[in-house]
């Protein structure tokens, strides 16, 4: 059952997401999201509770640079702190959790209907490819949602509805990433299940490829003027990869630990469509470019952990595919941007959904570390 400081907390998730793609500060959007935060931490397993209530006074205390948009956009250590602590948030709630919880993440794809002629801006304060990568998360979600769960078609059909207007969306806006990141998300997600369960995969594989090329070809006979190539911003991102690449090799220690976060205008400034390349448009290079080997190594440890949670047998249907649909879709995005990390919402959800990996089934309590008496969680 819906407890009430759930019912307190969880509509300020479906509040931001509205406020995010609505023509209106990105800042009221992110301080709906980081009420939600304080308040999930402090509310968190009671086994973690006291650990958790040092993490919300952090944030508190660091609050500021996050709702002010101080930061040195759109990459920088506080990016990667709310990453952290959304994650910690959201570790090890129930299944039954998660099903309360994700229903929250959809309304804000209504706001798909609003969708004009292309190209469409959800959010023109926020940006067009930042709403597009919204708009993608959302819409694993639903699907997720609406696949994962035994419901009737009447309460199916509402999660799959959405799910729609998300691809309506995304395709309006023209954010090539996150529309082929979605669908190949989903497309790697039922893949995993069907390995999972013995069932072939070469055979849906192939019929996934064929049907996209299929749909490339109906758009340029057709001349849609949907997802196509823009050389001009293709070849730009090239030249930024290739600066991007080399910045750890350019002296003063860089290899090691890169060239930093707080230096956004110093490195790289090639110019697309008349304004400069601020960042590397792919978050490895991102990561390589302002950690260097240090970064990778941080890289190399989280990966040991994801896969280690995707690879698990806890949880559920609901839960795991939620983690990996969420997880896939950030990963293949990064290729190509680094939309994620230039609002907190985004980073927020992204965050805690990718925390659907380490979902208790709820029936067995943990156990408090340094404790010998078990814990219920939330």
Not at 66 to 79: F, L, Q
Not at 139 to 149: D, F, G, I, P, Q
Not at 352 to 364: P, R
Request: contains cysteine; positive net charge.
């Amino acid at each position: 059952m819906l407890n009430r400081s759930e019912l307190l907390r969880d509509p300020l998730l479906a509040l931001a997401g509205v406020l995010y793609l609505l023509p209106l500060p990105p800042a009221w959007s992110t301080a709906a999201v980081l009420a939600w935060l304080v308040l999930q931490l402090l509310d968190g397993p009671v086994g973690d509770r006291r650990r958790h209530w040092v993490l919300a006074a952090l944030l508190l205390a660091l609050v500021r640079p996050w709702v002010r948009g101080e930061m040195p956009h759109p990459v920088s250590t506080d990016d990667l702190l709310l990453l952290a602590l959304a994650f910690v948030a959201s570790t090890g709630l129930t299944v039954a959790r998660w099903q309360r919880l994700l229903p929250w993440l959809l309304p804000p794809l209504a706001v798909a209907l609003l969708a004009g002629p292309r190209p469409w801006t959800p959010n023109p304060l926020a940006g067009v490819n930042q709403g597009a990568y919204l708009l993608g998360l959302l819409t694993v979600a639903a699907a997720v949602w609406t696949t994962s769960l035994p419901l009737p078609l009447a309460r199916r059909w509402p999660g799959a509805a959405l799910g729609l207007l998300g691809l309506w969306g995304m395709w309006r806006t023209g954010s090539r990433a996150c529309l082929v990141a979605s669908l190949l998300a989903g497309l790697a997600v039922l893949l995993a299940e069907r390995s999972r369960r013995g069932r072939p995969v070469l055979r849906p594989l192939l019929l996934a490829i064929g049907a996209g090329l299929a749909l490339l070809g109906l758009k340029n006979l057709l001349g849609h003027p949907g997802i196509g190539i823009d050389w001009t911003s293709d070849s730009g991102r090239l030249q930024g990869y290739g600066c991007w690449a080399g910045l750890p090799f350019s002296g003063d220690n860089r290899l090691l630990w890169g060239v930093g976060f707080h230096r956004p205008g110093a490195f790289c400034q090639q110019p697309i469509h008349g304004s400069p390349f601020t960042h590397a448009h792919n978050l490895y290079l991102q990561l390589w470019g302002n950690t260097g080997l240090l970064g990778l190594l941080a890289a190399a440890l989280l990966a040991v952990l994801l896969i280690g949670l995707w690879r698990r047998d806890g949880g559920s249907d609901l839960s795991r595919r939620l983690g990996q649909a969420v997880l896939v879709y950030t990963l293949l995005q990064g290729c190509f941007d680094v939309s994620m990390l230039h609002w907190p919402l985004l980073q927020v959800l992204t965050a805690t959904g990718v925390a659907a990996l380490t979902a208790v089934d709820g029936s067995a309590p943990a156990v408090d570390p340094g404790s010998s008496v078990p814990s219920p969680r939330t």
